[in-house]
Structures are given as C-alpha cells and as structure tokens.
C-alpha cells in the first residue's frame, strides 16, 4: 500500500459525458494523474475544459463513469453509497460559490465540518470550530449568521469548514477569487502549511496567479484533455 | 430551545434554526398545517356529531332488549310490532318487565317556523323504561294530551323554552288535538327533527287516531337482575312465533341503528367522504410546506452530502421539522377548529364537539404526514451527485 500512501489520488483514463442521447457530450477524454501526498497541485484552463469536473469526480461528488478513480486507496468507480459517504467525511471541499448554510451561524457552519464524524462535546466542537474561523481571520464574527458576512468573510469561512476535520485530502474550486490580496495569501499559507505538518493533499481550481507561483503542480486541461503538467522544481 | 434540541439530537437542530430563520416563512408554514388540522377537524366534529345525534333518543330509555319490525333500520324507521309479541316475550322466566313505544313526527305550527318535533309515546305508568329528567318528570305525562318538550328544540328560542314551567304550561294546536306542554326536558337536535317531545301513549293515539294501542313502534323489555339481554334476545327469537322481527339487545339496537345512518344513509356516507377528502387537501398542504422547504434547502443539504452526510442525516432534519410544524401547527389549529365547532354547534343545534379521540387522531396524523411528506420529498436528495445539486 506504499504507493497509495504516496499517491492518495490516482485517476487512470477518466472519460466523462454530459447530457444523454442527441445532446449527449464528452465533457473528459482519458485523464490520467496521480497526485503526490502532501502537495498542492493546481488545475488550471480555460472556462468549459473541464477542470471542475476533475474535481468533482476525484472529490466523490460525481459518479465515475469510465476510467477509475482510486482515492485513499478505494476505487470510487461503482462504489457504494456507504463508501462514498466513508471517503467524503475525509474530505475538506471549498467550493467557488461559498454554499454556507444561511440559516447558521459561521460558528455553527464550521462546526457542521465536525459533526459530521459523529456525536462530539459540544464545548470541544465550539472551541475547534472558534479556532478555526479565528486562523482565518474571523475570531470577531464568530456568531454572525451569512447574510452579515461580505463575500470574502463567507469564503473564509467556507476554507476554515473544510479544514477543521482534519482532512486527508482538500478540493478547492476557486477557494481565493472573492478574497482580498492578504486573506488570499493566507489560505494558501495555510494550505501549505497543513501539507508540510500533516501531509494534507490539495487540488485546487484556480487563476489566481499568486497561487500558481507557489503551487508544486499545474496540469493544464483544454478542451477536456490535459495538455501540461509541469512540477514545480522542489524548493 | 436551540439549545434544548442540541442536546436532544446530538447536533446542531439545524431544522429549527433553518424553520424560524425566515420568520415570515415559518408563520406561513404553521398556517399551512394549522389550516389542514382545522379541516379534517370539522369534518371529523360533523361526522362524530351524526353518530352522537343518532344514539342520542336512546339515551332517552332505560331498556335491555328492543323489539322492532323487519324493516325498522332505525329507531324513526319502518313498520310497527304487534303487542302480542310482548306478551309471548314475557313468557320467557328471564324477562322482568315489558312496553310498547310509539314514534311518530308531530309539526308544531308556529309564528316563524315549524318545528318538526320526533314524539315519543311511552306508558306515563312504567317510569322504570325512562331515564334522567325525563323519568323524573313523567308524572305530568298522566293528564290528558300532555307532553314534555326539548328545550334545545331548533327553532325554539331558549326563553320561552325556559318558560315552560308546570305553573305556566304551554299549549299548541297539533293535528286537531291541543297538546299542553308541563315540562321540559335536555335533548338537542339531530338530523332526523328540529327536537323531541315526549308525551303518554294515550295523548299519542289522540294525535294519531290511525295507531291503535295493540301496535307500537317497539317493544322494550328489562330482564330480571344479572341475565344477559344477548343471551335472552337470542332465546326470544325461538320463542317469538314471528320469525322476521329483530330482536336484539337495547345496545345492538342503538349499534345497529348508528352503522345504518354511517354507510346506508346519504348524510352519513358524505360525511364519511368529507372527512377523506379533508384527510386528502390536508396531507396534500402539509406535503407541500415540507416538500418546499426541502427544495429552498436543496444547495445546503447537497453541500452537507459533499461533506459526507448520509441520507439518516437529512431525513432527521426533515424529521425534526415535521415534528415542530406538526407540535406548533396543532395548537392554533386545535383552538380555532375547537371554535368553529362550538359556533357550528350553537347555529345548528348539532352535538359538534371537539373530542380528545380527535384531538389525539388529528395530531398523529399531521406529525406522520409531515414525516412521510418530507422522507418522500429528501428522496430527490438521495439519489442526486451533489455536483449536479450546487
């Protein structure tokens, strides 16, 4: 099991279509990748190559329909729902709108990122869910519900709901295009930081060109098709 | 109460705080299920009302066994029994004591209205076969062509019913014959009359010169202390040389009578269809309000199933909130339909009640069908990628 340690990601030709009969559409053609544990690796391409496909079959939040996906040492390919459910609580997802619950606090969002692993003290859950959002930047918005939070505070919150599981793997859909310059760099730090403490892998979806200069991978899709994959010289 | 329900689920109640985030929503919601509780409330109050209306004459005596014609589907109904079935009857060493009972319609002309009053001819002699006030007042039933009055009598306002003392009788003109009335007495109007009147079986034949005292409507037994009236009513039917005659238990009358009115009778079975259609429009308001809500939060739960929340998960949340719709919709329901029942009940003299049975039947019914309505409406849930949700 060396190599799914090292390559907690492992897709081999992945083909995927859009719509059915007549308006039927090849959306993915044969991708093949493995992604090295504790990296980050950056999907780039332009708007309709497919990038955020990759990423919601690699996440689990798309069935697979040709090729296969070996995350964390599964095959997601036909896999239960009980598996599938298993995988994504290992899972931190930021995804490009924000998608918090409008109707719970940021604490409480965080804290849904917790409970999702089953019963937990609820005075641990409010506290890892306090230092979270105060890693973020958001220690004096703690009790405000979404709608009092601009664009960039529910992002935040969003990076700091998938990272307080702890996860094994993060996917991010263009986690930094409503931050600021600063929070931006931040959730990269953080970013790096956890694939250097605790060997957290991430696949990010993004333009933002301070990433792409601290990123160990850019693949570039066209068209479906990955057309560069370029590792970044080790620092 | 956030808190409360914390700790009762172990999460966050995400339905609760989800429910009353928009408070105008959740007000319409309520509303929503309050109004189908009001509804299968009436037509469950109209439904139990005919079956209350219909065992309420037999209230009015105390008997065991009932002796009626073959084709007496109910105590107003059918042709009448010779009296000499009443004398082979008490032949029978377990049967006490018998009478004849006679029933007919008199029409009390009045100012503004007629009133349709159900008369009862009973012996002013055998008290024992009457019961409560009735019973107590039987003795003015001796004078000639006397009579006891419902003071609920529909049409008949209640300070002249009150009026109706033995001091100052009240006296009408009925099919020749002028009827005194000394007393009144309890009933309440049913479906079948305006009211009931109670007068002896000599003041009856005086009304209707056509009924001779050898055929009353019924015949109504007492056997002696500690027989059964089944076992009796069972021997009397080998006993009786008439074999067509319905012998029966004075509450197998009365049972008999109330499965007529419920599944013969037009009235009974629309009421029946009122209360299915009303249990109908209800789980279809009630599927609504939760089905909506489980789409307005469509994009959260996919995010939460993208988290790796199981299916368990969001129908707890759907559960949870049929639970408080179903608790805080009732109250305002109950309250408003236990209103209209009594507003119903005061213009119709009909006995709409609000019953516990009711109460209990309506509230389970709502929590399951809100339950139901929401497990139906989180399938969609189910079998979705959560990409395809966002």
Same mark, same amino acid.
């Given at each position: 099991m060396a190599a799914d340690d090292d390559f907690p990601i492992v897709a081999q030709g992945l083909n995927h279509w859009f719509g059915s009969g007549e308006a039927r559409k090849q959306a993915l053609f044969d991708i093949n990748l493995r992604v090295r544990r504790g990296s980050l690796t950056v999907l780039v391409g332009p $708007? !309709? $190559? !497919?990038k955020t496909t990759v990423l919601t079959l690699l996440g689990c939040l798309r069935d697979v329909q040709e090729g296969s996906v070996h995350l964390l040492g599964h095959e997601v390919h036909g896999a239960k729902s009980d598996l599938l459910i298993a995988l994504r609580k290992r899972l931190g997802f930021i995804f490009q709108a924000h998608n918090l619950h409008v109707s719970l606090t940021a604490r409480q969002n965080v804290m849904m990122g917790l409970q999702v692993h089953g019963r937990i003290d609820p005075a641990l859950a409010d506290r890892a869910a306090a230092h979270a959002l105060t890693l973020v930047g958001l220690g004096d918005r703690l009790d405000y519900l979404p709608d009092n939070l601009s664009g960039g505070q529910k992002q935040r919150v969003a990076v700091a709901r998938a990272m307080v599981g702890n996860p094994d793997v993060i996917f991010a859909d263009e986690p930094t295009a409503a931050l600021d310059r600063d929070s931006g760099s931040n959730v990269v730090d953080m970013i790096k930081r956890l694939g250097r403490e605790r060997g957290t892998t991430t696949v990010m979806v993004t333009h933002d060109n301070r990433i792409l200069d601290r990123a160990d991978r850019v693949i570039t899709l066209e068209d479906g098709r990955i057309v560069a994959d370029t590792e970044a010289a080790p620092a | 109460m956030s808190r409360f329900l914390a700790l009762l689920f172990g999460r966050l109640p995400i339905g609760w705080l989800q429910l009353t985030h928009s408070r105008t929503r959740f007000a319409a919601a309520l509303a929503g299920v309050a109004f189908a509780n009001v509804l299968v409330f009436v037509q469950l109050g109209i439904m139990n009302s005919m079956a209350t209306a219909t065992v309420k004459p037999y209230l009015f005596f105390d008997a065991d066994i009932m002796i009626s014609a073959p084709d007496a589907n109910s105590m107003t109904e059918g042709g009448n029994v010779a009296r000499q079935w009443l004398l082979q009857a008490l032949a029978d060493p377990e049967v006490a004591t018998g009478t004849g009972l006679f029933i007919a319609n008199v029409t009390w002309q009045r100012p503004t209205k007629a009133l349709a009053l159900t008369t009862y001819g009973v012996d002013p002699v055998q008290p024992e076969f009457l019961t409560g006030e009735i019973k107590a007042k039987s003795g003015t039933l001796q004078l000639q062509n006397a009579g006891l009055l419902d003071r609920f009598s529909r049409g008949l306002p209640r300070d002249e019913a009150a009026a109706i003392r033995p001091q100052t009788p009240l006296s009408f003109e009925a099919s020749g014959t002028t009827l005194t009335l000394y007393d009144t007495f309890a009933g309440g109007g049913g479906f079948g009359g305006d009211g009931y009147m109670v007068v002896s079986d000599q003041t009856f034949l005086n009304l209707f010169p056509a009924r001779t005292s050898g055929a009353p409507d019924h015949i109504l037994l007492k056997v002696v202390p500690g027989a059964d009236p089944d076992a009796v009513a069972l021997r009397l039917r080998d006993l009786i040389s008439d074999k067509t005659l319905r012998i029966r238990s004075y509450a197998a009358a009365a049972q008999e009578d109330l499965t007529y009115q419920q599944t013969k009778r037009p009235t009974g079975i629309i009421f029946g269809f009122g209360v299915i259609i009303g249990v109908l429009v209800g789980i279809v308001i009630v599927y609504q309000v939760l089905s909506t809500d489980v789409a307005d939060h469509l994009r959260e739960y996919a995010t939460f199933k993208a988290m790796g929340y199981g299916q368990w998960f969001f129908l707890g949340i759907v559960f949870e909130e049929a639970l408080i719709l179903g608790v805080l919709g009732f109250v305002p329901g109950f309250i408003v339909a236990t209103g209209l029942l009594t507003l119903m009940a005061k213009a119709t003299? @009909?006995? @709409?009640l609000m019953t516990g049975q009711m109460a209990m039947m309506v509230f389970f019914g709502t929590v399951a069908a809100c339950a139901l309505s929401g497990a139906i409406a989180t399938r969609r849930l189910a079998a979705a990628d959560p990409a395809d949700l966002f």
């Open positions: $708007s !309709g $190559s !497919g | 003299t @009909l006995p @709409l």
